[in-house]
């Protein structure tokens, strides 16, 4: 199956080998994946901070990237989440737009939901002998309703064990850890204390921005414990967002 890789701004910027391994697993999973060039930001941070108009230029120049008919799919539960459904909502008053919004939507995916609902692939994994604590993401979680997908593709690891964490938000959100600093690290501070308690030796998690956020914070508090994206944990890349 030829698929289309979304790889979203922080992993193209940031986390290169986060896309590698996206793609390196949906060859795996025996898909054809692309990388359609002029892509660039889904609009999200746009449309948080307040600006519509500048978000629904960046949605018309992704529907134009993604214009073919194959799946999409993006290693992260935020971006896939905007397209899925703030885009329709943007372009609902845009008579020849709001079609094609509903289009790229119903073929939009996050990665692990692509493996399993659509591929109905699981056992990927590369040998990972660690205690590995799932952190389910907002948007992912919430947004989308996704949170077995990924724990099957943990669960198939070899040598591995896995421990959902309980859903509270990492206190990322973009500008929200600017904007409202104090109530941000207290989220993570909750979250770390959770890490701790459960004895996790790795945190997987599908979206590269909270667990930056995540490895920041362990960092921070000494701690040995590092964070990999899902795609990187089923390719047996070393832990740690480098």
């Known amino acids: 199956m030829r698929v289309q890789l979304l790889a979203t701004c922080i992993v193209d910027s940031l986390f290169p080998e986060v896309g590698e391994a996206a793609i390196e697993l949906l060859v795996s999973a025996g898909a054809r994946p692309v990388f359609p060039a002029r892509q660039t930001c889904c609009g999200q941070p746009l449309l948080n901070a307040g600006f519509p108009a500048e978000a629904r230029a960046l949605a018309l120049h992704t529907i134009d990237t993604f214009s073919d008919e194959a799946p999409v799919v993006v290693p992260s539960g935020s971006c896939t989440e905007m397209i899925r459904h703030r885009y329709p909502e943007l372009l609902a008053n845009d008579s020849r737009a709001r079609g094609q919004a509903r289009a790229l939507a119903e073929r939009t995916y996050e990665l692990s939901e692509f493996l399993i609902d659509q591929l109905k692939i699981a056992d990927l994994a590369a040998p990972q002998p660690r205690f590995i604590g799932y952190f389910p993401s907002c948007h992912l979680l919430r947004g989308l309703g996704v949170d077995r997908q990924p724990l099957e593709l943990l669960e198939a690891i070899p040598g591995g064990s896995v421990k959902r964490l309980e859903p509270e938000c990492c206190g990322f959100g973009g500008l929200f850890s600017v904007d409202h600093a104090?109530?941000?690290?207290?989220?993570?501070?909750?979250?770390?204390?959770q890490i701790k308690e459960t004895g996790a030796e790795l945190v997987v998690g599908c979206d590269?921005?909270?667990?930056?956020?995540?490895?920041?914070?362990?960092?921070?508090?000494?701690?040995?414990?590092?964070?990999?994206?899902?795609?990187?944990?089923?390719?047996?890349?070393?832990?740690?967002?480098?």
């Open 182 to 193: 104090p109530v941000s690290e207290e989220m993570l501070r909750r979250t770390i204390r």
């Open 208 to 242: 590269a921005s909270c667990l930056m956020q995540i490895e920041g914070g362990l960092r921070r508090a000494g701690s040995s414990v590092r964070c990999s994206h899902l795609s990187q944990a089923l390719t047996g890349q070393e832990p740690g967002l480098r």
